[in-house]
């Protein structure tokens, strides 16, 4: 029987940080033996802003690195780096054809970067989507593992895929194209900035205090937890709208400890940021140590990483090629 697919991807622009982990990359790692895994990291994607050519180089290898060393077991999973397949550029172009262009002006991420870049926004901004949509559907997977802020897109790679197959495989069993489910943490899926509780976290933010990056070291996470923004409200617990920064810190804290809710607050509800603060440092610093340790030995094996790439290449193409024959065949090429 076949098992089920799961395909999810990061893009290399940045350091990973803690919400890449705790939103998508940790639920990777969990049931690997369960599922036929796909991660891919997404460099195509890396240049629908402007880059600079070395960071991307770099930044490439050591996502590869990361994604190992926070618990991605390449003999059960499949790792690979998106331009390596040469049909994620062609099945883009494919579905260009099939996509209307008014699903692509309500996607919300597009308009909140554009609005960023003014006049310089490139055509790939607007059509990333539309290239995530055939990084998914290529690999025909059943659940794709993201953060909250990648709904949207998973939504419309749905889309996509039905009126595609409306379009070009009606009759056919399998249809061409299969509707993945999206995948998402309760808590976890939206972790946010440290300076306001109110932006995500995130590798673009220019202030690197505003996220705790997997490759900081424990110097660097105390630094950041004591600067962070907090209130001056009473005692500590979740859910209060007007203590947005309390409520993610606490959710960091469960995160990483693998507390239920009930047992965090049963903690720290009395307690103040000053007795909260280091008891969250030494969560941190517990929980990622050995994910940098680890990064940190992977970096020194560039012959292991690429070997690791080279498997996942041969198998990511094979999947992908044998949709992309099938597209075209629909299509009349
Ligand atoms: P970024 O937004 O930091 O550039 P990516 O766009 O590469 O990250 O997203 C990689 C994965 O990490 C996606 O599944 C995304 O939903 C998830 N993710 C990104 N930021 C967060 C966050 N702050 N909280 C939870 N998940 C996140
Ligand atoms: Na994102």
Redesign the pocket.
């Known amino acids: 029987e076949r098992k089920k697919r799961v395909l999810?991807?990061?893009?290399p622009?940045g350091a990973l940080?803690l919400?890449?982990y705790?939103?998508?990359i940790r639920q990777w790692t969990r049931n690997q033996d369960q599922y036929d895994n796909f991660f891919v990291v997404v460099d195509l994607h890396a240049i629908t802003v402007p880059h600079d050519r070395k960071v991307l180089a770099d930044c490439t290898l050591q996502t590869v690195a990361l994604y190992i060393a926070c618990g991605i077991d390449p003999a059960k999973s499949q790792i690979f780096i998106q331009s390596h397949v040469k049909a994620h550029a062609e099945l883009t172009w494919l579905l260009n054809c099939s996509t209307p262009v008014g699903w692509l002006h309500r996607m919300i991420q597009y308009k909140e970067k554009a609005i960023k870049q003014g006049e310089n926004v490139s055509v790939g901004l607007f059509d990333y989507p539309v290239l995530m949509a055939a990084d998914v559907l290529l690999y025909q997977p059943d659940l794709v593992p993201?953060?909250?802020?990648?709904r949207q897109h998973i939504e419309l790679a749905r889309d996509i895929a039905r009126r595609y197959n409306d379009m070009y495989s009606k009759k056919k069993r399998p249809r061409t194209f299969r509707e993945p489910k999206t995948l998402m943490q309760t808590t976890?899926?939206?972790?946010?900035s440290l300076e306001d509780g109110t932006n995500?976290?995130?590798?673009?933010a220019e202030n690197d205090h505003s996220r705790i990056n997997l490759t900081d070291d424990e110097a660097t996470i105390k630094r950041k937890i004591k600067k962070c923004k907090t209130d001056s409200f009473e005692g500590l617990g979740f859910d209060n709208p007007e203590r947005p920064e309390c409520n993610n810190l606490l959710s960091i804290y469960q995160l990483v400890t693998n507390k239920t809710k009930e047992e965090v607050i049963e903690e720290c509800q009395e307690m103040r940021w000053g007795t909260f603060k280091p008891l969250l440092t030494d969560a941190l610093v517990d929980h990622m140590s050995p994910i940098r340790a680890r990064y940190n030995e992977l970096l020194e094996d560039k012959a292991y990483l690429r070997s690791v790439l080279k498997a996942g290449y041969e198998r990511a193409s094979e999947e992908a090629e044998q949709t992309l024959q099938n597209v075209k065949k629909d299509m009349g090429f």
């Open positions: 999810s991807g990061v893009q622009t940080h919400g890449n705790l939103g998508a993201v953060g909250e802020d990648q976890g899926a939206r972790v946010m995500k976290m995130s590798k673009s």
